[in-house]
């Protein structure tokens, strides 16, 4: 295995050509004061897969694409939950 930095987080946007954008939670505690800190950060990941909106995915950390990309969508953890279709009138 390497030694490369690998995260999960959710897909916030697909709309770019083979790039989305990657919503990484990070849940702590303060060092100082003890309170439970939430931090959300947003990366930009090359991606082969056709990730959709809503999915988990495992990025991997990698040489930069480009000036903001320097990750790459590895897997998909959790597909999106796709709404149910709902027929009204009958």
């Known amino acids: 295995m390497n030694n490369r930095r690998r ?17 990484i939670t990070r849940t702590y505690r303060h060092p100082i004061y003890r309170k439970v800190v939430h931090s959300t950060s947003k990366l930009k990941a090359h991606d ?34 796709a709404p149910a279709e709902t027929t009204e009138g009958e």
């Open 48 to 81: 082969e897969l056709n990730c959709q909106v809503g999915d988990q995915v495992q990025i991997v950390e990698c040489a930069p694409i480009s000036r903001e990309k320097s990750f790459v969508v590895e897997s998909i953890v959790k597909p999106a939950v």
């Open 7 to 23: 995260l999960i987080g959710v897909v916030t946007s697909n709309k770019m050509d083979k790039t989305v954008v990657v919503e």
